[in-house]
């Protein structure tokens, strides 16, 4: 690619950067991005732009929002008492298309991973607090997956909160969702019956 012009290899650097996205692959969209008339090359930049300038964090759940709070956090049909822990807006997205859950949501902005130095620092838990003291919330669904990750994060949670908030209900979904699985790659009905029959999350603590 040393041939290759310069503008060409900014683009290419740039798309390479992507997850899953390798040099041939990037060249391969950077030609095709060639082909295509001008100003769908330029609606296409002036998306990318307004996707960073438009987007926000609702101040409520840590979801992405072109308004604060957002839609979800806003809907008065929306049920106070439950709280949904997810660790992304991806699970969040995931969760909520299905349509069967009514309560709020609350984004932890990952999980506890001391392989790559993600530590609780790094996790919005101070918000979570606060979430949790401000409402009335009354029971919490830890919908975190099933990784080594998300086990360790979900125990931390519920050592936590239950010292701190010993009168809130702390859930988590069933196990039919696939040991090691990530939430938001899971199909629909699995994610479906998972939050029909979640599971009270400090009984399994105490017993085990």
Not at 15 to 38: D, F, T
Not at 67 to 82: E, G
Not at 105 to 117: A, H, M, N
Not at 138 to 143: D, N, Q, T, V, Y
Request: charged fraction near 25%.
């Amino acid at each position: 690619m040393e041939r290759l012009p310069q503008s060409l290899k900014n683009v290419i650097n740039q798309l390479s950067s992507l997850p899953g996205v390798g040099p041939k692959s990037a060249l391969r969209m950077g030609m095709i991005l060639l082909k295509w008339p001008e100003d769908r090359v330029r609606n296409l930049g002036q998306s990318l732009i307004d996707l960073r300038s438009s987007l926000c964090l609702c101040s409520q759940c840590g979801g992405l929002t072109e308004q604060d709070p957002c839609v979800i956090c806003s809907d008065p049909a929306r049920r106070d008492d439950l709280l949904c822990v997810v660790a992304d807006w991806d699970s969040m997205l995931t969760i909520d298309e299905i349509g069967i859950y009514r309560g709020k949501y609350f984004v932890l902005g990952g999980l506890l991973s001391p392989l790559e130095g993600v530590q609780t620092s790094q996790l919005d838990l101070n918000r979570l607090k606060q979430r949790i003291e401000e409402g009335n919330v009354s029971e919490i669904i830890l919908a975190l997956g099933t990784t080594r990750d998300s086990e360790a994060t979900e125990s931390y949670l519920v050592n936590t909160l239950e010292k701190e908030f010993p009168n809130i209900q702390l859930t988590r979904l069933a196990q039919g969702i696939p040991i090691g699985s990530m939430l938001k790659y899971v199909d629909n009905e699995t994610i479906k019956q998972s939050l029909a029959f979640r599971q009270d999350l400090l009984g399994d603590y105490r017993n085990g």
